[in-house]
Nanobody
Framework: QLQLVESGGGLVQPGGSLRLSCAVSGVTLDYIAIGWFRQAPGKEREGVSS????????YYADSVKGRFTISRDNAKNTVYLQMNSLKPEDTAVYYCAARRNIATMTPHGYDYWGQGTQVTVSS
C-alpha cells in the first residue's frame, strides 16, 4: 500500500524559507511522479509543483516560479519542495500526491495523497 507523509511545515515570516518533505513508503519511487498541491481556507486545491518519475520533467505554478524548487531523492524515497521568499499568500495546507510516471498539475490525476502539512507565512 503506497503511503505518503509530508513534513516540514510551520510558521515562518515573510521572506523566509521552508523545506517540505514527502516520504513515500510501500513502493519504490522509480516509477512514481509526485505533485505538490496546496489548499487555503475557502479556496480550491491548486497545483504548486510536480516532478516526473525520471525527474526530467518539472512543473511549477506561475505564482511560485523562481521561489520554489522541487527535487527528488529516489534512494531515500523522498521528494522535497524548497520554498524561498515566502509570502503571506503562500499560507495553506500543503499536500503531496503520487501517480504513475507522468507528472501533472491537476489534482484529479493523482491516486494517493498525504495528510497535509500546514504552512503559515505571517509576521
Amino acid at each position: 500500500q503506497l503511503q505518503l507523509v509530508e513534513s516540514g511545515g510551520g510558521l515562518v515570516q515573510p521572506g523566509g524559507s521552508l523545506r517540505l518533505s514527502c516520504a513515500v513508503s510501500g513502493v519504490t519511487l522509480d516509477y512514481i511522479a509526485i505533485g505538490w498541491f496546496r489548499q487555503a481556507p475557502g479556496k480550491e486545491r491548486e497545483g504548486v509543483s510536480s516532478i516526473s518519475s525520471s525527474g526530467s520533467t518539472l512543473y511549477y505554478a506561475d505564482s511560485v516560479k523562481g521561489r520554489f524548487t522541487i527535487s527528488r531523492d529516489n534512494a531515500k524515497n523522498t521528494v522535497y519542495l524548497q520554498m524561498n521568499s515566502l509570502k503571506p499568500e503562500d499560507t495553506a495546507v500543503y499536500y503531496c500526491a503520487a501517480r504513475r510516471n507522468i507528472a501533472t498539475m491537476t489534482p484529479h490525476g493523482y491516486d494517493y495523497w498525504g495528510q497535509g502539512t500546514q504552512v503559515t507565512v505571517s509576521s
